[in-house]
């Protein structure tokens, strides 16, 4: 006779699980684009006249994401959450 196995995630378990890490990976994409355009418009020239980032714009760039992840996090805290808003 085997022994059967209550702590076994069901179908449903898995398909919310998947649906859960599919919306986590969305969220952290669309976080990921949104930095990425603040930042890019903020710090980098609109003529382009190199093809490696300058100095000054490394730094803004450093500066930019540092500030937007401290940002994020405050709010994510100030609302309760254990991850940034969007």
Do not use: H
Not at 36 to 65: A, H, P, Q, W
């Amino acid at each position: 006779m085997a022994a059967s196995n209550n702590n076994a995630p069901t179908a449903m378990d898995k398909e919310q699980i998947f649906g859960m890490a599919e919306k986590e990976m969305e969220y952290r994409v669309e976080l990921f684009n949104k930095l990425t355009n603040t930042c890019f418009n903020k710090c980098i020239e609109k003529r382009y006249k190199e093809s490696e980032l300058n100095m000054g714009e490394n730094s803004c760039i450093d500066r930019c994401v540092s500030k937007y992840w401290q940002v994020t996090n405050l709010i994510g805290q100030l609302l309760g959450s254990n991850r940034p808003p969007m």
